[in-house]
């Protein structure tokens, strides 16, 4: 089989494979099926509206997006334990907004791959099905690396936010100390100092400004974080609001756990990184250092012989 005909296998597999994904993935659910009865009255005219040739392209592709979005959430995580990860990692867009990203990603990794296979069957030839597969593989790997780097989004997030309780949580306590009330200490933290922890605090005001008691809006930042250590926090400041104790103590003492518990974490990280520490001296500084005990050795016997 020539080169032409190898590309043209190609193509057609990757197309009938797509084709079936499609096909597989769109199904009509009672909501699409309902929605043209259910459709809101326009309240102005469609022809204000600008007409141009990409509200038609993007129109014509939402179907198609829609179905590739669904086909990906079927290979991804959960859409619920997607939006517990979006909040923990600080992100303001929706499932469905993600699941986009993570098509576009997808399509940019097909693209990728064909170029490769492409490429691959040029120089070196192939069978049409390994090329096929390994268009498939990379816009696989694409998708997958999108779901990857929000983890490590959320981690950033979460050590960011332990490496700023200690001090948030100092200040509350010089707040409280000076007079302030529990809203009041958080309204002082919140609008002095900048970083994730004071956004979750923004957030947690926000929510107590809306009308739900302090304790519930504490509540709910322990739940947007998921840290253990914020919520000893959120439900060590409740209790003392509830109680009457004294918050400025219940602070202090906070801020002394989370250091504590961070030096026992640089502590075990030490500890399982102690192996990896004794490569670069097995492998790189004792081979020199026996190679110079040894050269002058080896120089002096040639030297006498």
């Known amino acids: 089989m020539n080169a032409s005909g190898a590309f043209a296998g190609l193509l057609l597999g990757v197309g009938l494979v797509l ?8 199904r009509p659910t009672l909501d699409r099926r309902l929605a ?15 007409a141009t040739p990409l509200v038609g392209v993007a129109r014509l592709a939402a179907p198609f997006l829609a179905d590739a979005a669904r086909l990906v959430g079927r290979l991804g995580s959960p859409a619920e334990e997607l939006r517990r990860r979006l909040v923990r990692a600080g992100r303001a867009e929706t499932v469905e907004q993600f699941r986009l990203g993570q098509v576009a990603w997808g399509a940019a990794g097909l693209a990728g791959g064909l170029a490769l296979a492409l490429l691959l069957g040029a120089t070196r030839g192939g069978a049409p099905a390994a090329l ?19 983890t490590h989004e959320v981690r950033r997030r979460e050590s960011r936010l332990l490496a700023e309780l200690p001090t948030v949580a100092e200040l509350l306590a010089l707040a409280v ?19 994730s922890l004071s956004d979750e605090l923004r957030a947690t005001l926000a929510d107590a400004r809306a009308g739900a008691p302090l304790t519930a809006a504490l509540d709910r930042l322990a739940d947007r974080t998921g840290l253990p250590a914020l919520r000893r926090f959120a439900e060590g400041v409740a209790v003392a609001v509830e109680r009457g104790t004294p918050l400025a103590d219940v602070l202090r003492a906070q801020a002394q756990d989370v250091r504590a ?7 075990e990280a030490g500890g399982k990184r102690e192996i990896a520490q004794m490569v670069p001296v097995v492998a790189l500084i004792l081979p020199v250092t026996v190679l110079f005990a040894v050269f002058p050795s080896v120089v002096v016997l040639r030297v006498g012989l």
């Open 19 to 26: 084709l079936l994904a499609h096909r597989t993935a769109r």
């Open 36 to 50: 043209p009865y259910l459709r809101p009255r326009r309240t102005s005219s469609s022809l204000l509206a600008p």
């Open 132 to 150: 096929a597969a390994l268009v498939l593989v990379v816009g696989l790997l694409a998708v997958l690396a999108r779901d990857r780097l929000l």
């Open 177 to 195: 100390g000076a007079g302030e009330g529990a809203a009041g200490a958080l309204e002082r933290v919140a609008a002095a100092t900048r970083g």
């Open 261 to 267: 518990e961070g030096r026992r974490a640089l502590m």
